[in-house]
């Protein structure tokens, strides 16, 4: 069955960087688009980033373009997500997401779900 495991998630402070890792297994990775997608305590979960299948095309939520950098490694089934510049409104869970078809950023879109990373920014 298709796996996708996050890990990386800590508590930091603000201004700190983070790496992220999502390793997927049980699926062609290098066929899928992936994606990041984050939920704060209380909010609905938001895009964060996608990244096409040959990594030629990435998009960003606003709120992190600039900050955040998401980029694969197919030969080791891995997506990251390099975070710099924490802020403590990125405090959330952080979801690894997997679609087959084109690079979205609509949740319903992505079929294939992490457990999630915890990420915590103090002020």
């Known amino acids: 069955q298709v796996q996708l495991v996050e890990s990386g998630g800590d508590l930091v402070q603000a201004g700190d960087s983070l790496r992220l890792s999502c390793t997927a297994s049980?699926?062609?990775?290098?066929?899928?688009?992936m994606a990041w997608f984050r939920q704060a305590p209380g909010k609905e979960r938001e895009f964060v980033a996608f990244?096409?299948?040959?990594?030629?095309?990435?998009d960003y939520a606003g709120s992190v373009k600039g900050r955040f950098t998401m980029s694969r490694d197919n030969a080791k089934n891995t997506v990251y997500l390099q975070m710099s510049s924490l802020k403590p409104e990125d405090t959330a869970v952080y979801y690894c997401a997997a679609r087959f078809g084109r690079p979205s950023g609509y949740i319903d879109g992505y079929a294939y779900w992490g457990q999630g990373t915890q990420v915590t920014v103090s002020s």
């Open positions: 990244i096409s299948r040959s990594s030629s095309s990435t």
């Open positions: 049980g699926l062609p990775f290098s066929s899928a688009t």
